[in-house]
């Protein structure tokens, strides 16, 4: 994201200037109060957040995969997971903690501060404090990457959900978020989108591009 918006504000004659740090669960509450113009970073479009913030083009999209310790064998339905003896780690104000919250009610609930790394979570699983984590499988196949024969995504031909990666500004910036579409979708038709994701993803398959609306 830093290279495409830098490229896009290129673009537009624009400078960026990256000066905060937020998390999932406190940019919309930040943008809504202007201590920033946009949230560059991966967002996901989702209701509880619509109320707040507008959310630009999609550039790709992301697929959830339920990761568990390579040697455990006890699931071959997901929703088996939806049980008291099974806990699953997620983040605060991240979607996986809503996605365990929404599609498994039973299960226990180990929650991380918002500002945790994703690899806390699958050290979780690992380390048997937790059975089950949910996260993109890019992120997935990073750890696997480092982390050899530890995990595995039991769901890896039908992902518990897919988001799209967009920025977002504050509810209402209609001028704002025109103009970045505008940049966004001339770097996605030039193929520069994918260049970079590509560049960056070293897992193949991990990501699921925007097809072209030329494409059949």
């Known amino acids: 994201m830093f290279e495409i918006i830098n490229m896009a504000a290129q673009r537009l004659g624009w400078t960026v200037e990256w000066t905060t740090e937020t998390s999932f669960s406190e940019f919309p509450q930040e943008l809504y109060a202007q201590k920033f113009d946009a949230m560059c970073g991966i967002a996901w479009p989702v209701s509880a957040r619509a109320h707040k913030v507008d959310f630009a083009r999609p550039l790709w999209y992301s697929g959830i ?12 339905n997901i929703e088996q997971l939806n ?6 780690s997620a983040i605060d104000g991240t979607l996986p903690f809503y996605l365990a919250q929404e599609r498994f009610p039973k299960a226990q609930l180990l929650s991380l501060p918002a500002l945790s790394d994703y690899t806390s ?8 404090k937790a059975d089950v984590t949910f996260t993109e499988i890019y992120q997935g196949n990073a750890y696997l990457a480092q982390n050899p024969n530890r ?3 039991i769901v ?7 988001y799209a990666n967009s920025l977002s500004v504050k509810k209402g910036e209609i001028d704002l978020i025109n103009t970045l579409n505008t940049a966004l ?14 560049t960056y993803d070293n897992h193949a ?12």
Not at 69 to 76: A, E, G, N, S
């Open 121 to 128: 979570n699958m050290l979780n699983v690992q380390n048997k």
């Open 65 to 76: 995969g339920a990761w568990v310790r390579d040697d455990d064998d006890r699931f071959r």
């Open 156 to 162: 890896p031909n039908a992902p518990l959900s897919v």
């Open 83 to 88: 049980t008291s003896e099974i806990t699953i």
């Open 151 to 153: 995990l595995k995504n």
């Open 205 to 216: 398959d991990s990501f699921y591009f925007i097809q072209k609306p030329y494409q059949n």
């Open 185 to 198: 979708t001339e770097l996605l038709h030039s193929g520069y989108v994918d260049k970079i994701i590509k």
